[in-house]
């Protein structure tokens, strides 16, 4: 079956710090698809990244980088000098590599993240 | 280019009624998923529809059913609602790349609200 687990309920940090929000996940699959949402209190869900189980190099898109390891199934995403825009809950999510089943997201329970000036 | 759009932003419905959800994929986009999202159980899959097909679903009970038109805009229908059924739902659209889905986006969602 498939999980994706964000094990950090809520983070809390200072305006500027980095901070790094946690994602590990199970398939049995070899093939599947990673992403990381961001949601404001608006209620969007926003994409920021979709990466495939072929692909495990890390990406750098400004002040946002992402950690793929396969080894640990572990999809990390780290925010360098956070900003307080930054504040929103972020989701980490998983699809299977099959056509009929990558429309399908499981997703983790979410990170709180607050960034406070 | 417009996103993905959802109708209504709000509702406020009694237990037992039945309530209709719309979604307007971005134009060219052929995938729409439904997902709901409550406190307790966060996001959760629906279903997905492809060129008018169910294609994908959740574990959600018959009273959650949906549909796609021709032109993939996207209904979905919760019947004799309860008060669980309170929730955020949200709708996504996606193209197909080589048989796979490319990301999801998604729509603002409408608030369920069952008193």
């Known amino acids: 079956a498939q999980k994706v687990t964000q094990a950090q309920t809520e983070i809390s940090v200072v305006e500027k710090e980095d901070v790094t929000l946690d994602c590990v996940y199970e398939?049995?699959?070899?093939?599947?698809?990673l992403f990381w949402y961001k949601q404001p209190p608006s209620g969007e869900l926003v994409f920021l990244i979709r990466r495939n189980s072929f692909d495990e190099q890390n990406e750098i898109s400004g002040r946002y980088s992402w950690n793929f390891q396969k080894s640990t199934s572990s999809f990390n995403f780290t925010i360098t000098a956070s900003q307080v825009v930054d504040s929103a809950v972020y989701f980490c999510?998983?699809?299977?590599?099959?056509?009929?089943?990558?429309?399908?997201?499981?997703f983790g329970q979410g990170t709180t993240l607050q960034v406070k000036p | 280019k417009a996103g993905v759009t959802q109708t209504p932003r709000y509702l406020i419905k009694t237990r037992g009624q039945q309530v209709t959800l719309s979604c307007s994929p971005i134009?060219?986009?052929?995938?729409v998923s439904w997902y709901q999202q409550t406190p307790g159980q966060g996001l959760q899959f629906l279903f997905e529809?492809?060129?008018?097909?169910?294609?994908n679903k959740g574990n959600f009970p018959g009273r959650f059913s949906g549909r796609q038109f021709s032109n993939s805009r996207s209904e979905m229908n919760v019947s004799t609602l309860e008060l669980g059924d309170s929730a955020l739902y949200l709708c996504?659209?996606?193209?197909?790349?080589?048989?796979?889905?490319?990301?999801?986006?998604f729509g603002q969602g409408t608030r369920l609200t069952v008193v």
């Open positions: 529809y492809f060129s008018e097909t169910q294609r």
């Open positions: 996504a659209s996606s193209l197909e790349r080589g048989g796979v889905n490319t990301e999801a986006f």
């Open positions: 999510a998983l699809s299977e590599g099959y056509s009929s089943n990558t429309g399908k997201l499981i």
């Open positions: 398939t049995r699959d070899t093939t599947y698809y």
């Open positions: 134009s060219g986009h052929r995938s």
